[in-house]
C-alpha cells in the first residue's frame, strides 16, 4: 500500500566536518564524482537508504570518508529550497561533526579527493552548501560558548596557548592571554601533565588534558572560559 497521488522527494544527508589544525580552523571537501556539478568541490552527502535513519546514514557517510566513528556528530538542520537541486526535489539534512584532524588524518579516503580547506579561504561550493556552514559556524560559536563541544577538536592532551588559539579562531578575535588563562584554570576542568611541548620555543609549554570526572561535575564552568567582552557582537 502506498499514498496515492504523492510526489517522489528525496532525502540526503550533508556533513559539515570540521576540524582544528592548532593555528585555522579547516572544513573537509569533497570532488563531487557525478553531475550535476561533477568535479566541484561539496559538503560529504549522500542519499538516505529505506533501511535507515538519519542519525544512521550520516554515520555511513563520515565513516566512508574518514573511516570514523563514535565521534562528536548532530544534526542541525534541514534545507528545503523546491529548486536546491536543480535534478530533482532534494530535502537535504545537515549534520556537523568535530574531529581531530592530527589523530584521523591518515585515514581520510582517496576515493573521493578529500581536502581540508581553511574556513576562511574556501572555494565555491556547490547548490546552498555555502548557506550550511555558514549557519553551522553561528551555531558552533554559540553552543561553544556554553558547552565544551570544541575539545573534540583537539588531541588528549594540548596546550594552553593551543586551547586559547582555538577560541580565538572560532571568535575570530583576540583574547588576553593572562586573563584567559586565570580563567581557564580556575574552572579546574583540566590537569595539569608533567610533559612539555616544545615544538616552538626551548621553556615549552605544559600539557593538558580535560578531567573527565570533574568535567561531568562542573562542565557548566565552561562559561568562564572567554569574557563576553571579548567576543565581537556579544551572544545575546
Known amino acids: 500500500m502506498k499514498y496515492s497521488n504523492q510526489t517522489r522527494l528525496l532525502v540526503a544527508v550533508d556533513c559539515i566536518i570540521f576540524g582544528f589544525d592548532g593555528v585555522d580552523y579547516k572544513l573537509l571537501l569533497i570532488q563531487r564524482g557525478f553531475a550535476p ?10 542519499f538516505v537508504q529505506t533501511d535507515e535513519s538519519l542519525d544512521e546514514a550520516a554515520e555511513r557517510i563520515l565513516k566512508q570518508l574518514t573511516g570514523l566513528h563514535d565521534v562528536y556528530m548532530e544534526e542541525m538542520q534541514a534545507f528545503s529550497q523546491p529548486d536546491r537541486d536543480p535534478i530533482e526535489r532534494v530535502i ?5 561533526a568535530l574531529i581531530d584532524i592530527e589523530k584521523y588524518q591518515a585515514q581520510i579516503n582517496d576515493d573521493f579527493h578529500a581536502r581540508w580547506y581553511s574556513i576562511k579561504e574556501l572555494p565555491n561550493l556547490i547548490f546552498d552548501h555555502k548557506n550550511m ?3 553551522a559556524l553561528t551555531k558552533l560559536r554559540y553552543k561553544a560558548a556554553f558547552h565544551p563541544i570544541l575539545f573534540e577538536l583537539l588531541p588528549e592532551k594540548f596546550t594552553l596557548p593551543q586551547l586559547q588559539a582555538m577560541y580565538e579562531g572560532l571568535y575570530d578575535t583576540k583574547i588576553d592571554k593572562r586573563n584567559f588563562t586565570r580563567k581557564v584554570l580556575s574552572t579546574k576542568l583540566l590537569k595539569k601533565e608533567t610533559d612539555k611541548d616544545k615544538s616552538s620555543s626551548k621553556k615549552g609549554a605544559f600539557y593538558y588534558s580535560l578531567d573527565e570526572e570533574h568535567y561531568k561535575e562542573n562542565f557548566t564552568n565552561i562559561h568562564n572560559f572567554i569574557p563576553r567582552n571579548e567576543i565581537p557582537g556579544g551572544l545575546d
Open 92 to 96: 537535504a539534512v545537515a549534520y556537523v
Open 133 to 135: 556552514v555558514e549557519i
Open 37 to 46: 556539478e561533477r568535479e566541484k568541490w561539496s559538503l560529504m552527502g549522500g
